[in-house]
């Protein structure tokens, strides 16, 4: 049997306690909570999961929360189970990627699996100082991610207004792209492989050896307008900032952006798509690697700006996790 446990993070952008009552009608057996904190998450892991670990474990928000949520699952010794994304954040690049429904067709669709897990995919996480998640990086992204923020906090009561993809436009071209503008341009970055001989893709994105790639190489040195690693192609709003990533398993897909943000302004649509070639961007399929920045750079972790970098580590977690498969899922059941 299939043992279900739901978190619903209410302080997410679609967070509702209304979603407690859909679980207890699709799913009466399933353990609930609902949290407003990451505290309460972490009392409800040490509590609940960690002495009867699920088989399955629904969590309901955007991707700060999936990757918080895994985080504090490690920390607590539990073995990751099975997680379906139920898109209830902002960017919700997991749940896109995965095909999730609205949380009430999920739902419905889980219940009727039974007494079996839904169909799973397999996804590698990025390591950056003992915590994982399915992208990290700085540049842009990161600053856009604090802009949106600020701006969401000074917003007041139209707040509403300013939040989802339109509130992270909005940022993007009235705070993030102005300081650019008008500031010390793009850090510079000294890009170190740690691991084994680097690939990257050709123009035709076909995957090749980089020449003299090997553990401790240089590859590349200059400008970063954004500079990150990804296991996963997108970064929410279906911006695919990665679109190799997965290309080469068992290896995390790096890519630095040289440009300055008005030619990125200028092919943000392509940028958007995940289009390839482009003049100035560098990828790259390592299992470990350093970024040495000629400054501080705000960094961020799978959506949540965690503080100032000037050199960071990714490598490949040994663990990975098994997503529901949303898009296998909705062709087996009818909802």
């Known amino acids: 049997m299939t043992d279900i446990a739901v978190l619903v993070n209410l302080r997410a952008r679609r967070g509702s306690e209304g979603v407690g009552g859909l679980v207890q009608r699709f799913l009466p057996r399933a353990r609930v909570a609902l949290t407003r904190s990451l505290d309460e998450a972490r009392h409800w892991i040490s509590d609940q999961l960690r002495p009867n670990p699920p088989s399955l474990l629904l969590a309901g928000g955007g991707d700060g929360t999936i990757t918080g949520l ?10 990751l189970p099975a997680i379906g994304v139920l898109p209830m954040g902002t960017g919700n690049a997991w749940a896109r990627v995965t095909g999730a ?18 169909p799973l995919r397999p996804f590698s996480l ?12 700085t540049g842009w992204d990161a600053e856009m991610i604090q802009d949106f923020k600020d701006q969401l906090a000074a917003s007041g009561p139209l707040r509403s207004q300013q939040a989802g993809l339109r509130g992270y436009l909005t ?16 850090p510079r970055v000294s890009v170190y492989n740690m691991g084994d001989a680097a690939l990257t893709v050709d123009a035709k994105g076909h995957v090749v050896p980089v020449p003299n790639s090997e553990k401790g190489a240089l590859l590349y040195e200059g400008p970063a307008g954004v500079a990150g690693a990804a296991t996963t192609p997108e970064w929410g709003f279906g911006f695919k900032a990665f679109p190799f990533a997965q290309k080469v398993p068992h290896r995390l897909s790096v890519r630095v952006y040289g440009a300055g943000v008005l030619e990125a302004t200028r092919n943000m649509f392509k940028l958007w798509r995940g289009e390839h070639p482009l003049p100035h961007m560098n990828d790259w399929f390592v299992q ?48």
């Open 70 to 79: 895994l985080n504090e699952l490690r920390a607590a010794g539990v073995a």
């Open 101 to 118: 429904p609205k949380p009430s067709v999920a739902l419905k669709q889980i219940a009727a699996m039974k007494n079996d897990l839904p």
């Open 126 to 137: 990025v390591r950056v100082d003992g915590k994982v998640a399915p992208f990290a990086g």
């Open 171 to 186: 940022a993007m071209f009235t705070r993030t792209v102005p300081r650019h503008m008008f500031g010390g341009g793009n």
């Open 288 to 335: 470990k690697l350093r970024m040495d920045f000629d400054r501080e750079v705000p960094f961020q972790m799978g959506g949540d700006v965690i503080g100032l970098r000037r050199s960071v580590e990714f490598d490949l977690a040994e663990e990975s996790v098994q997503l529901v498969d949303w898009h296998k899922l909705s062709r087996m059941v009818k909802a």
